[in-house]
């Protein structure tokens, strides 16, 4: 049995993510702070299987006992791999630095950085001594290479999973038997934070224009083609172990 835990499975990218690893029998063990019904509808006609397990990534003290929780669920001497995609992900707070509340930082810091850190933390304690197939998707931006004004919270916290993605790498070069990773840049998908970002004023993101363009202009991904591809990482034999990747690589 192949085994993923998927963060922000509920919606966006990781809905997309979820239906194409049940479609290719992987047993899902989906996170979301509440559970998607017609996604567990979707899973009893696939090949696969999913286990809901809601929790607030935001709550990140708790990440410790979420995970034993999860990991309860796996049964390890029947799997052929297991692996973890870092997705779920806040866009806010989107206006200038001097505008924004420590609060805000610290929630969307939590969310997008420490909860993946510490959620890798957990997944190399677990299945450290398991000689498997073990892979971590960390799902990134462009953002976390180019500055945005008004996206300082959510540049730099694509810009720090960026970086620990070169760490985990390079601290599982020595392990017994390691795990790889990767940062997988997903381009402008057709989700609810697209819709954010043009909800948003040129005061707060002065870059929104663009943004419209993109969605005017046809030009957003569906998520199913994103999905596809996260799913194809967990498949081919060559992992860019380290790397950060394009969708258009």
Known sequence: MRYVILTGASSGIGLAAAKNLLQQGFHVLAVSRHKNTDLIKYADKQSGKIDYIEFDLSKTAEIENFMEQVFGKIVLAEA??????????????????????PSEYEKSLSVNLVAPMALISQFLKQTGEQNIDKRIIN????????????????????AGLDMVTRVVKAEQSNAKYPAQIVSFAPGVVATSMQKLIRSKSKS?????????AFHRNQQLLDPDIVGKKIAELLEQKIFPDGQKIDIRD
């Open 80 to 101: 052929d791999g297991i692996h973890l995609i870092n997705n779920a992900g806040v866009l806010e707070p989107v206006k200038m630095m001097e505008d924004v509340e």
């Open 139 to 158: 799902i990134s931006s462009g953002a976390g290479d180019h500055p945005y004004a008004g996206w300082a919270a959510y540049c730099t916290s694509k």
């Open 204 to 212: 707060e993101f002065p870059h929104v224009d663009r943004f419209k």
